[in-house]
């Protein structure tokens, strides 16, 4: 009996869908160029293949009958009602339900067959032919243009549509959620004050209000049809569902007598077609004042609406989830950098403000103290007076303030805040996209069969670390080449600082001498900043061919080796300047009398008198703003603008031939146009490193985040307009949250905290002064600071040759030199003094004590700010209650349903049943009726 | 359509859900005492109220027809066909499907109405009434005894079943996911060589071989009953799977007109009912040879079986997820500190073979140096040698040696390990134990209702917080007042050390003064860990009554609540005397001639000289011990079997009335009599604080984990046993991780890293001797290390009468103490020395250093250790493949068999439909036939 009830149950289910099979009115016309020559069925997506013109004129003088011919092919079971026009050509034989595959292929080949092709050509051919019966086979429909008179080289499109029975079967299969009748009423948190307010930020979209009364949703399933709120069968299902429904047949779509492979990425590969792509819901050019893309180009992708939330739902409808995410990210951190940015530009003005009174920086400007300090070269340089170097220990204190330790902590919680705000964004997000309780649809094309499955056999079999140890291999050494290029260029930097400086010592101009400093510095950066961009670029294309060495198995995998590698090179190329300047830079200088050289001549730099944080300062400002104003703005719109310049200008050539077509191009033509879509990786890795600069060295340089806002301001409408007008449509996927690039953040939050911490303690004068003031200061100020910074060198201790040549300071017994060591008259001369460990130890504990507070406070920050917020809480409760009433109302129904049925007769006599059958067959066999009557 | 379409889907579901309703044949008897009195229903539920004496007479008098009554009330919609001994009693009316739910009240307030009782009884029979009634609507059915002649007074019991359609509806609505026909080869990962190695640790479980073949399982569904293996429909749903689900009624079952509450728990709040629960397998004095519970008995709860392996799947079956997941949790724990105890043995070890060799321990001991050390006490104390502090020294040595160095850092990276192994088992238990995709069944039941809604209204309007304040301020000053309470437990020993040993110190007899310090540190330790036991018991009860003023909104958010304050509470408790000898000991003790005193009177204690670390090694030995043995041993051995002895006594006072009753005593009685189920809590409380123990301090006791080993062996077999036959059966609830314990284990586990680096670097001399090492020995070597550490002390610096009075060591000028300062004669005397500074700079970076390596080692342990082991990757791959299979088979058949009835006629005139349909009626109507015929 269950196989008897199981067929009945399918039966039912099949008429569910078949009902709605039949030719819909839909009396609108979707848009011009979006459907079939029909005019009513939607292009759900389009594949392209290059015809090679070599074998056009073989091919122009076997089919030269007709200039236009469309063959329309499809599985569906119900006759062509429309489009006679269109089945009139040759090859538009569009086949009935009994069709069986072999004939569609037959078919296929025939209409194909009279073509004579070179050996290459016709395997494609051939290939595509198996690959296209058998997306028929899996219900699609099939649309190809065969104007094959005019374009024999040109672009030949075929379009695909999925039916209504299609779709509903792969919605099923997919879990696709959608709104049932039973409305959820989703109270709006905002009051009306704040939404007042808020007005002028939100974009103009139709039915915003509308959408605040949310639909509980429910996974699609054909038994339920009735719970769905399904006004129209053609639009039920939106256009970027209907591509992702139609991509995922055609990734799972097998090809095996010709090619055993399976999926269209496959075949992309192979080179059987040249791109597949879903359509744009209306072209740029027409702007036809209806659908989405309109809105989103209007209201979403123009620098005019920078001050305006984004349309998030929209860009989720129209491109998917994941795309969606990332815009909804990048709102998100924009959003908060504001805060930061406010917080930044009041710690600059505290510095701004405070700079007079600060008494390290009077006593360093003050030239009354003269303090008399050893020369910065050997031989040529001269004693030199502290006060000349008054300007730079200004300006340090600029950045270099107790502020900043404030700065620091604050800016560590930001980015603790940062994450949990996002993460709680995206559970909401994730609520209202109905995204909750899915899981991931990992793509399980083996990644291997996409790139490799052309070339060599032996990859299908299971691959052992025999065969990957190679790869492996390659790739760690690899990594540490690349490692290695990173420091050598940072080297070459320093030698390049230390020779040109050495140089520009020795010149006998004075003007030359007193600009050595600025001269130097400035050129270094602009040098190490040309030498990041172009490495990035090298860096992005070698993780690329490192992980395709590795052969991961999955696409998810192979995307995240990808990230991990391209963001470990970029990471630390963007990176290895700046901690160069931080930690290392002037700690291996030596003392006086015993300097520390390179190439034995060159005596390795020393940090500014005013301290080093202005010139990681300096360094990041330079590096953050030049990376993001030639990486990301020139680059971004540079490029592209010139690519499409190239590519006009060769259409032009090829133009002047087919100006005889007179026909406007279709959205296919104008799709295929624009630049395919390469996934968000670089998108994410940009603000990934941006954010890096707003984190890791915050201490040093409080007005980062400003510049950073600045930046996303601009890159959020260029990345939305990149989107909307110069890429084809991507397939909507769906994903459940930004994968790998929240732990990268994470980590990245987690690692600011100890880079921080050191900044503070050893690249600032914050400590020093600390102890000086509480510990060895007589009077309890600053006054003397400067005093006991600086040690005593005898010059009588310098090495042969080094002493200045000619001083004109006279006769000079003894110089300063900045640290803590004992004076030349002590017992131990020139080594470590009390103080100098009893800063260090200062320090060490500033370090513990600064890492482990901010990671207590951002635990308890990431523990008080709960993940979910508490009216999606709520809501998720009255969901849950809405859901139990659904389902116990449906069922007390079926119930009474029963009992209506069954029980008033269960006394009758056997032969009753025939009765109720007979009165269930009669509603029963009403639904044909109702079905073709729809 | 859709209407229609869907009446005739909810036929089919009820026709599948009608047909197998009916009396199944079921032959073997399930058990004696688990079922109605037909023999053939199941008791799934038992729900238990006591009948108060006074009321005993009056009954009696009204009713004594018949001495054995039983009503068996149903729902069930098929005529009684067993039974009619049954239903021959006075209250044995069985309702057919037609009987209305007022009907059915009527009858049951008949069936009462005539037991006069005092008004708060027969409100309490009102109340179970109407919720009895209530039961019924929703398909339960209900058997009570009467046996109301002798046991008047004695627990009464109401048997609850839930029919098959009933189970359906139930487990469709909660997601059950059973298996499938289809199966899914579970490919065994281990070796045969390996698996025969591993035979005898195995638990010997019967059908063990046969579970390796897992069947693809689904969330229930009536739609889909020909997919799952029925085999029969009585133990198709397992005895946890139906208490689940009777429960799952239970709870929100509504009991509007007699009392506006819901559920059962509330009902017990109440009093209405004195407890609810499934009934165990099979008695435990039976033995009968059936049933898991048996199995359980044997191979699990049994201390003989320690060595092997715990029956997890069988665990899980009978006691549900969440109790199968504790003890899964406990088992990893368990196998994972058998390394940590091999390696902590070896540590300890190396300690001994060292100390012979070990250079500062061997100058302690070298009476020829000869260091006058300083008194340990004003006055009376007397100057004393090095030397006799010999002991100490050596026995430091076995703990604090650099291996320790390498068993802090394995233990931190093993507690890592540890919970990534945790992670992997508990995602393998959820892909086999099919709990991957579940969402957690949050218990939505207003927790205020359960525990107040009898007390006050008002609190079921929303709590403002207003409302909350005064809970919230009494909750944070009880908890400062706790904490205050434990420092002052910790301060009154210290006080107690102080003051005992000066007492002592004073005393003429030198057998006493010898004693000294080994007496009072272990009376003092002794005295902490009796404190410890007590507050313990104080503080749960404390944070139970904290958690009940919240006023939480859940049980879930009650259970975590109250974990937390239980937690933070007892650790407190458990490491505050702990943590005070290891950081705190000794380093306010102050310098000779400047002290710091309590009380004016008493000098804080300092160390021992062979350091702090051996007495924080004494003190976690024996706290850990003592808690171990006498809480987790004695209080859980012997509280319940005094309790059951009380129990017993009692029971014996009243059993002599109702001896005559010669009936052996069924299932419910028995289970009535054990100790009800109370939660997991505090099982996991308990080791979450041992492995405090073995994480936190292990640096300087390694032999923590070998202790913790020992316990858990037998703490597994002591909670088995306890709940096979100590307690009620729990309710199986399904969990899918082990909640918030798994955030507390990670947080003692990033805890214990900064604790073991402090422990490292500040209680042990690891540092001081590597830094005299590296930078003040002459030699390169060791030698010299003990002098260095101790620093001069110029005797008549001593303050007015803190010197010696009467010194047996003659004419001492200098004495010696341990620390690092500067000499009676250096210009700063007795300030802090270069070396101090030098010492503590080092110090601090090994914290550093320690805290960051750890940090990064952790994070890359996570990272390599995938969370979801490879092979249930794969097989998770070949379940999707499956279901995709099995979904497209599913569309193809369906697709086939519209084909064969409707594809054939497409081309017939409109007259065709008629044809179709009648013989579509005649497949459909020949339905009811085979269900009835069924």
């Given at each position: 009996t269950d196989t008897l009830l199981y067929i009945l149950h399918s039966l039912l289910i099949s008429l569910g869908s078949l009902q709605v099979v039949g030719p819909t009115p839909s009396p609108q016309s979707i848009g011009e160029g979006l459907c079939f020559s029909d005019g009513r069925r939607k292009v759900d997506y389009v594949l392209v293949f290059q015809r090679r013109r070599h074998s056009s004129i073989r091919s122009h003088a076997s089919t030269s009958v007709s200039h236009d011919r469309l063959s329309i092919v499809s599985n569906g079971n119900f006759p062509p009602s429309v489009g006679s026009d269109a089945a009139a050509g040759r090859g538009g034989a569009i086949l009935g339900g009994e069709a069986s595959v072999g004939e569609v292929f037959m078919e296929l080949g025939g209409a194909g067959g009279n073509e004579p092709t070179d050996p290459a050509d016709n395997e494609m051919r051939l290939i595509r032919q198996e690959f296209e019966a058998n997306l028929l086979e899996a219900g699609l429909e099939i649309e190809r243009d065969r104007e094959v008179s005019l374009k024999t080289h040109g672009p030949s499109f075929t379009r695909l549509h999925a039916p209504w029975p299609v779709l509903c079967r792969e919605a099923e299969f997919l879990k696709i959620k959608v709104p049932t009748k039973t409305e959820s009423g989703f109270g709006s948190a905002m009051s009306t004050m704040w939404r007042k307010m808020n007005q002028p930020f939100q974009p103009k979209v139709p039915h915003q209000d509308h959408e605040r009364t949310k639909f509980l949703s429910h996974c699609f399933s054909r038994d339920k049809l009735h719970l769905y709120n399904i006004t129209s069968k053609d639009t039920f299902f939106d256009n970027a569902t209907r591509g992702r429904i139609v991509y995922e047949i055609l990734r799972r779509t097998v090809c095996v007598r010709t090619c055993q492979t399976i999926g269209i990425s496959t075949m992309i590969a192979k080179g059987v077609y040249d791109s597949a792509f879903p359509l744009h819901d209306v072209s740029v050019r027409f702007r036809i004042p209806t659908g989405r893309h309109l809105v989103l180009h209007e209201e979403w992708a123009r620098y005019?609406?920078?001050?305006?939330?984004?349309?998030?739902?929209?860009?989720?409808?129209?491109?998917?989830?994941?795309?969606?995410?990332?815009?909804?990210?990048?709102?998100?951190?924009?959003?908060?950098?504001?805060?930061?940015?406010?917080?930044?530009?009041?710690?600059?003005?505290?510095?701004?403000?405070?700079?007079?009174?600060?008494?390290?920086?009077?006593?360093?400007?003050?030239?009354?103290?003269?303090?008399?300090?050893?020369?910065?070269?050997?031989?040529?340089?001269?004693?030199?007076?502290?006060?000349?170097?008054?300007?730079?220990?200004?300006?340090?204190?600029?950045?270099?303030?107790?502020?900043?330790?404030?700065?620091?902590?604050?800016?560590?919680?930001?980015?603790?805040?940062?994450?949990?705000?996002?993460?709680?964004?995206?559970?909401?997000?994730?609520?209202?996209?109905?995204?909750?309780?899915?899981?991931?649809?990992?793509?399980?094309?083996?990644?291997?069969?996409?790139?490799?499955?052309?070339?060599?056999?032996?990859?299908?079999?299971?691959?052992?670390?025999?065969?990957?140890?190679?790869?492996?291999?390659?790739?760690?050494?690899?990594?540490?080449?690349?490692?290695?290029?990173?420091?050598?260029?940072?080297?070459?930097?320093?030698?390049?600082?230390?020779?040109?400086?050495?140089?520009?010592?020795?010149?006998?101009?004075?003007?030359?001498?007193?600009?050595?400093?600025?001269?130097?510095?400035?050129?270094?950066?602009?040098?190490?900043?040309?030498?990041?961009?172009?490495?990035?670029?090298?860096?992005?294309?070698?993780a690329l061919w490192l992980t395709e060495l590795e052969i991961p198995k999955t696409e998810t995998d192979f995307e995240e080796r990808l990230i991990l590698k391209a963001f470990l090179l970029k990471f630390m190329n963007a990176y290895a300047p700046i901690f160069y300047v931080a930690f290392f830079k002037g700690r291996f200088a030596g003392r006086p009398g015993n300097y520390v050289y390179v190439f034995n001549d060159y005596r390795m730099e020393e940090c500014a008198p005013g301290g080093c944080l202005i010139e990681l300062c300096i360094q990041l400002s330079i590096i953050m703003l030049g990376k993001q104003l030639i990486q990301?703005?020139?680059?971004?719109?540079?490029?592209?603008?010139?690519?499409?310049?190239?590519?006009?200008?060769?259409?032009?050539?090829?133009?002047?031939?087919?100006?005889?077509?007179?026909?406007?191009?279709?959205?296919?033509?104008?799709?295929?146009?624009?630049?395919?879509?390469?996934?968000?990786?670089?998108?994410?890795?940009?603000?990934?490193?941006?954010?890096?600069?707003?984190?890791?060295?915050?201490?040093?340089?409080?007005?980062?985040?400003?510049?950073?806002?600045?930046?996303?301001?601009?890159?959020?409408?260029?990345?939305?307009?990149?989107?909307?007008?110069?890429?084809?449509?991507?397939v909507a996927v769906r994903a459940k949250d930004i994968g790998i690039w929240y732990n990268i953040l994470s980590g990245m939050g987690k690692f600011s905290v100890i880079i921080n911490a050191f900044v503070i303690s050893f690249t600032s004068d914050f400590i020093p002064r600390l102890v000086y003031q509480y510990m060895f200061s007589q009077t309890g100020t600053m006054h003397g600071f400067i005093d006991h910074t600086l040690s005593y060198f005898n010059v009588s201790n310098f090495k042969p040759g080094t002493a200045?040549?000619?001083?004109?300071?006279?006769?000079?017994?003894?110089?300063?030199?900045?640290?803590?060591?004992?004076?030349?008259?002590?017992?131990?001369?020139?080594?470590?003094?009390?103080?100098?460990?009893?800063?260090?130890?200062?320090?060490?504990?500033?370090?513990?004590?600064?890492?482990?507070?901010?990671?207590?406070?951002?635990?308890?920050?990431?523990?008080?700010?709960?993940?979910?917020?508490?009216?999606?809480?709520?809501?998720?409760?009255?969901?849950?209650?809405?859901?139990?009433?659904?389902?116990?109302r449906e069922e007390k129904e079926k119930f009474q349903l029963i009992q209506s049925l069954f029980s008033k007769d269960t006394t009758l006599q056997p032969g009753g049943h025939h009765t109720r059958a007979s009165k269930k067959s009669k509603s029963f066999s009403f639904t044909p009726f109702t079905v073709s009557a729809l």
């Open positions: 005019s609406a920078f001050y305006k939330y984004q349309p998030i739902d929209l860009v989720r409808k129209y491109f998917g989830e994941k795309i969606g995410l990332y815009f909804a990210w990048l709102g998100v951190y924009t959003q908060l950098l504001i805060p930061a940015s406010i917080v930044g530009i009041i710690v600059f003005f505290f510095g701004v403000a405070t700079v007079e009174t600060d008494i390290p920086s009077q006593e360093m400007c003050n030239e009354s103290l003269n303090f008399t300090m050893c020369p910065l070269c050997d031989g040529v340089c001269d004693f030199w007076h502290l006060s000349t170097a008054c300007g730079t220990a200004r300006a340090s204190h600029l950045f270099d303030n107790p502020a900043t330790v404030f700065f620091a902590i604050f800016m560590s919680l930001w980015a603790v805040l940062f994450l949990e705000h996002w993460k709680r964004r995206q559970i909401s997000l994730s609520f209202s996209w109905d995204l909750t309780g899915i899981e991931e649809d990992e793509v399980y094309t083996a990644y291997k069969d996409i790139k490799f499955g052309h070339k060599e056999k032996k990859i299908e079999s299971k691959l052992t670390w025999k065969d990957r140890l190679p790869g492996y291999f390659i790739n760690i050494s690899s990594i540490l080449f690349m490692f290695g290029l990173t420091f050598s260029a940072v080297f070459g930097v320093i030698i390049y600082r230390i020779t040109v400086s050495a140089l520009m010592a020795m010149s006998p101009d004075p003007e030359t001498k007193s600009n050595v400093r600025v001269t130097v510095t400035a050129t270094a950066v602009i040098i190490n900043l040309v030498v990041i961009l172009i490495l990035d670029e090298i860096y992005g294309a070698v990301n703005n020139i680059f971004e719109i540079g490029i592209p603008k010139l690519k499409k310049l190239v590519r006009a200008i060769k259409d032009k050539g090829s133009a002047e031939k087919k100006s005889e077509q007179e026909r406007p191009p279709q959205q296919w033509n104008l799709d295929y146009a624009l630049a395919p879509f390469e996934g968000l990786t670089p998108e994410y890795m940009e603000m990934i490193i941006q954010f890096g600069f707003v984190s890791l060295f915050v201490a040093s340089f409080p007005l980062a985040p400003l510049f950073a806002l600045l930046n996303n301001v601009i890159e959020i409408r260029l990345d939305a307009k990149k989107f909307v007008t110069e890429l084809r449509r991507p200045p040549q000619n001083s004109e300071h006279g006769d000079i017994i003894v110089c300063r030199y900045k640290d803590y060591r004992e004076p030349p008259w002590s017992p131990d001369a020139y080594m470590f003094s009390k103080q100098y460990w009893c800063v260090l130890a200062a320090r060490l504990a500033f370090v513990i004590v600064f890492q482990n507070l901010v990671m207590f406070l951002s635990l308890v920050v990431a523990w008080v700010i709960p993940d979910t917020p508490k009216t999606i809480m709520e809501q998720l409760k009255r969901e849950k209650k809405l859901l139990v009433d659904v389902f116990l």
